[in-house]
C-alpha cells in the first residue's frame, strides 16, 4: 500500500547480524516520528542462511561485500527520497549500525544516520571514502555493558565522522546489548528534534457557508482561501459532502456543501503543495465509474494532491433522496471502494459482454491515499483493510446518537479505539497500522470563543500527537473572507506551522 504522504520523511531500518528485518521493522515503528513511513530491507544471507550486510577477515571488512550493501542501501535512499526530496534518515543496530554509519560518507547519504551499538566498519584494503557535500546528522548510541559491541568502537566512529564534517551526537547509556526502552527513548527523542513538521493539519475551506455565498463560494473566494492556508502552512484544505442535506437537519446544526471534486479543483487552481482532502465523500451516494472519473480528475489536474476521505454516511433523508438504500450502506461503502480503487488502479474492468480501461490514471499510484471515516468498530476494520489513514471525529454531546456511530467522547475513548485499531491491525497481518486523523473536542469551544479558545484547542492538538494521532483536522470561525484568513493565521502562529508568517 503506497504511504498516505509522500512529503514526509522516511526511516530506513537496518538489522544486526544474523537477525531479521521483521524485528528491526517493529523497532522502526517504536522510534520513528508520526506519519514516516518505516522500510526494513533485508540483508543476503551467507552459505549457511545468516543475514550479513558484510563480510569480515582478519584485516578488516571485505571491501567488496561492503560496497555491494553499501550501494544498495544507497539506491534504496535515492528511490525513497524520489523528485520530491522528502528526508530518509538510515538507522542501524550493531552490524546493521556499522552499515548505516559507513553511509554516511556514500554519495547518496541520507539526511541523517542512527547507529545504535555500531561500529566503523574498517576496509580490508584500508581505504576511506571521501565526505559527501553535504555530510548528515549523526547520532551514535553507545552501551556501557555491551559485550557485543564495545562503547568504545561507537564513540571512536563518532569522532571519525566528526573529523569528516558530520554533526555528530554521542549517547552513552547503561545496558547490553539489545534494543530496550532506553534506545527507543533516545531514537525518537533525537529524530524528533531533526525538524520535521511538528505537525500537519488540514482545515476546512468554508464553502459551507450560504450566508455569505460571495464571501466563500466563488472560484475566486475558493482559491484566494486556499492560497492562504497553504501559504500559512496547512498541510490540506478539506471539504465535506451533503448533496441533498434536509431542512430539519440544517436548522438543527448541519450545513449545506458544494459537489467536493468541483471545489477542490478550484483550491487545484492557486496552490501548488497544499493536499486536497475530501473530509469525507460518501461512496454510496455514486456510482463508483462517475466517482472514480471524478476523483481521477483532481487528482490528475492538481499533479497528484488528492486525499481520498471516504465514510458510509449517516444521514438517511440524504439516502432517500439520492434513491440510495440506508440499510446496508456500510457493506455498500466496501463495494464500491473495492471497485473504484479497481478502477483508479487502472485494472480493465468487465461490463456486460464488453471491457473498460480505465484512463487517464491518477497521478498518485496505484490510486490516491485513502482516509477511512467513522467511529465504529466496522470503520476501524475497513480502515485495517482499505485505508492509509483512519479519521474518526468527537462526538460531544451526544452527537453519537444523532449519526448512529460509537462515542468518542474524550480521549480515553480515542485512545481506546486506536488500541483496537492496532489490534486488528496485527490480526490483519498488516505490518504497519493506519495512521490516525482526528477534530480536537475543544473545536467548538474555540469556534464559539476563538480569542479564549485558542489556547485550548493548540494543547489538545498536542496531547493528540502524544497519542498517536498524525493528522489533527480543522476549522476556523470568521463572518466575512478576511476575518477567516486572520484566524488561520493567528491559528498557525499558535501552532508552529510557520515561523515567518507574513500577514497580510
Not at 482545515?203 to 482559491?223: C, K, N, S, Y
Not at 467536493?260 to 469525507?280: E, G, I, K, M
Not at 471497485?339 to 497521478?363: A, K, N, Y
Not at 482526528?438 to 473545536?443: D, E, R
Request: proline share 7%; with cysteine; charged share 25%.
Amino acid at each position: 500500500m503506497q504511504h498516505y504522504d509522500r512529503g514526509h520523511g522516511v526511516l530506513v531500518v537496518l538489522h544486526g547480524h544474523d537477525a531479521e528485518p521483521d524485528g528491526a521493522r517493529r523497532w522502526g515503528r517504536l522510534v520513528a516520528p508520526p506519519g514516516w513511513e518505516v522500510v526494513a530491507p533485508g540483508g543476503p544471507r551467507d552459505d549457511s542462511g545468516v543475514r550479513t550486510w558484510f563480510d569480515t577477515t582478519d584485516r578488516g571488512v571485505t571491501a567488496g561485500s561492503l560496497e555491494a550493501s553499501s550501494a544498495r542501501i544507497g539506491d534504496l535512499v535515492s528511490d525513497l527520497r524520489g523528485a520530491t526530496g522528502r528526508p530518509v534518515v538510515v538507522a542501524g543496530h550493531s552490524q546493521g549500525g556499522a552499515l548505516a554509519l559507513r553511509m554516511a560518507l556514500s554519495d547518496a547519504a541520507p539526511d541523517a544516520v542512527v547507529a545504535v551499538s555500531g561500529f566503523w566498519p574498517e576496509r580490508d584494503d584500508g581505504r576511506t571514502p571521501e565526505p559527501p557535500a553535504t555530510p548528515p546528522e549523526v547520532l551514535v548510541v553507545t552501551r556501557r555493558d555491551d559485550e557485543v559491541v564495545p562503547a568504545f568502537l561507537g564513540v571512536d566512529a563518532g569522532a571519525l565522522l566528526d573529523g569528516f564534517g558530520c554533526q555528530v551526537e554521542v549517547v552513552e547509556q547503561a545496558g547490553g546489548h539489545e534494543l530496550d526502552a532506553a534506545t527507543v527513548v533516545a531514537v525518537r527523542s533525537w529524530l524528533a528534534s531533526l525538524g520535521a513538521p511538528p505537525r500537519r493539519v488540514s482545515l476546512g475551506l468554508p464553502v459551507d457557508r450560504v450566508a455569505a455565498a460571495g464571501e466563500f463560494q466563488t472560484a475566486g473566494a475558493i482559491a484566494d482561501l486556499a492560497a492562504s492556508w497553504e501559504r500559512l502552512g496547512f498541510a490540506a484544505a478539506y471539504v465535506t459532502d451533503h448533496p441533498a442535506p434536509d431542512d430539519r437537519w440544517v436548522a438543527g446544526g448541519g450545513h449545506h456543501a458544494l459537489e467536493p471534486t468541483v471545489a477542490l479543483a478550484a483550491a487545484a487552481t492557486a496552490t501548488s503543495t497544499l493536499r486536497l482532502h475530501t473530509n469525507v465523500y460518501v461512496l454510496g451516494y455514486r456510482n463508483p465509474f462517475l466517482a472514480a472519473k471524478a476523483l481521477t480528475s483532481l487528482d490528475v489536474l492538481s499533479g497528484g494532491r488528492l486525499l481520498l476521505g471516504v465514510a458510509a454516511g449517516y444521514l438517511r433523508t440524504e439516502f432517500e433522496a439520492l434513491e440510495v438504500p440506508y440499510a446496508g450502506r456500510g457493506a455498500l461503502l466496501e463495494d464500491h471502494l473495492r471497485r473504484l480503487l479497481s478502477i483508479m488502479s487502472g485494472e480493465t474492468q468487465t461490463v456486460g459482454s464488453r471491457t473498460v480501461t480505465p484512463e487517464p490514471r491518477p497521478v498518485q499510484r496505484p490510486h490516491p491515499p485513502v482516509w477511512m471515516g467513522g467511529n465504529s468498530a466496522a470503520a476501524r476494520r475497513r480502515a485495517v483493510e482499505f485505508a492509509d489513514v483512519w479519521a474518526p471525529f468527537p462526538t460531544p454531546g451526544g452527537l453519537d446518537a444523532v449519526t448512529g456511530t460509537e462515542a468518542i467522547r474524550d480521549h480515553d475513548d480515542l485512545a481506546s479505539a486506536i488500541s483496537d485499531l492496532h489490534r486488528r491491525s496485527e490480526e490483519h497481518g498488516r505490518a504497519d497500522p493506519p495512521e490516525v486523523a482526528f477534530g480536537p473536542c475543544a473545536t467548538w469551544r474555540y469556534l464559539e470563543d476563538p480569542d479564549g479558545g485558542l489556547d485550548e484547542l493548540v494543547d489538545e492538538v498536542a496531547a493528540l500527537a502524544d497519542l498517536g494521532v498524525g493528522w489533527t483536522c480543522l476549522s476556523v470561525p470568521g463572518a466575512g473572507r478576511a476575518e477567516v484568513v486572520e484566524r488561520a493565521t493567528d491559528l498557525a502562529e499558535a501552532l508552529g506551522l510557520r515561523a515567518d508568517v507574513a500577514r497580510r
